[in-house]
């Protein structure tokens, strides 16, 4: 789809962002090669985060917008400053290992029909894996690989993934413009399994370079914002990205799932925004088939191949509250051999 490419725009999202962004920088600045560039969009830090950014790295690029634009947005904005054949999206608390930079670019030439890929990244102390590529469910929802797997576990060779982790994420420039990037509306949390299903759409496989490592002070903290945007994004990634047959025959499981999972989010503690965010997808459906026609615009392959991309299990730590309904993993895996079948 295309050639080597060498040169990499590394974009960070920054948000009260003081104590980690000395680290992260510091650790980054060695490894920038010639034409390289680094753009720190800074999302109205209180604790004075763009002038960190500015003594730990001088050769970056600073946007300081005024308001916190979130980090769908900012990454759009740092993108469209920069000029790298290679997007490099990186968290300001992922602090990439010596070799990181190096493995990432390499796997541009090596694998020419990936259109984006990861880094392993690890949980602090770097014994632990954070991800390892990421899984997405049928019903749409996404979680890290191999989360709290030891890190001897991890696989050693590149492979393809279900999608990419924002935390240290490469995307193609050619693949990012077509696909138009994050959505600014997601504001966070489901940007990358949006992009990445996207992109899946074009055509590109989504990949893992295990050689580049990261560690990610990372914490998976349940607050409502948080359940309302992964909700409510879920819904804008199913309609938008699902090709029209796969969507039809997930239908009745799409809506009994959100049945089953109002008493999950009672006894979670999460029901407020989960309502809050149907009542959000209710209002947004006139936008989210707007949208939609625009992204199957781009469709290259066949609702079967983006199919194999999909996963009906549940076995993730994230979702223990989903896996605890009675029969809800059989279930699931039953209806989607059948849509399996009829795809």
């Known amino acids: 789809m295309t050639g080597p490419t060498t040169t990499v725009t590394v974009v960070l999202v920054t948000h009260d962002s003081a104590d980690d962004l ?12 010639a034409g390289d560039e680094v753009v720190v969009v800074d999302n109205a830090s209180r604790d004075d985060s763009a002038t960190v950014a500015r003594r730990a790295l001088p050769a970056a ?11 769908a947005a900012g990454c759009n904005r740092g993108v469209a400053a920069g000029h790298g054949d290679l997007v490099l999206l990186l968290n300001p608390d992922a602090v990439p290992a010596p070799g990181f930079l190096d493995a990432l670019r390499g796997a541009a030439a090596g694998h020419p029909t990936w259109g984006a890929w990861q880094a392993l990244v690890t949980l602090p102390g770097g014994r632990a894996v954070n991800s390892s590529g990421n899984h997405v469910h049928f019903l749409g929802f996404g979680w890290a690989g191999g989360h709290d797997d030891p890190i001897e576990r991890a696989h050693d060779a590149p492979r393809t993934i279900g999608f990419a982790s924002g935390a240290a994420m490469v995307v193609r420039r050619a693949a990012w413009d077509a696909a138009g990037g994050f959505q600014d509306h997601y504001f966070m949390y489901g940007e990358d399994l ?31 914002y948080k359940w309302f945007h992964l909700e409510r994004n879920r819904w804008w990634t199913i309609v938008g990205a699902y090709p029209r047959r796969l969507l039809l025959l997930l239908l009745p499981a799409l809506v009994a799932f959100e049945i089953a999972l109002l008493p999950a989010a009672a006894a979670g503690g999460w029901l407020r925004p989960k309502l809050r965010a149907q009542r959000a997808v209710v209002r947004d459906l006139p936008a989210m088939v707007r949208h939609r026609r625009t992204v199957q615009a781009t469709r290259t392959i066949s609702a079967r191949t983006f199919a194999d991309g999909l996963t009906p299990g549940l076995d993730s ?3 223990a509250g989903a896996a605890r309904i009675p029969g809800i993993a059989a ?13």
């Open 61 to 71: 690029t600073v946007i300081e917008p005024g308001v916190n634009l979130g980090f």
């Open 317 to 319: 730590p994230f979702l």
């Open 194 to 224: 949006d992009l990445s299903l996207r992109l899946r759409l074009a055509g590109w496989e989504l990949g893992v370079v295990p050689a580049a490592r990261a560690e990610h002070d990372y914490a998976f903290v349940k607050g409502d």
């Open 22 to 33: 000395p680290g992260t920088l510091g650790a980054l600045a060695p490894q920038l090669q």
């Open 331 to 343: 279930a699931l895996r039953g209806f989607w051999a059948v849509v399996r079948r009829c795809l």
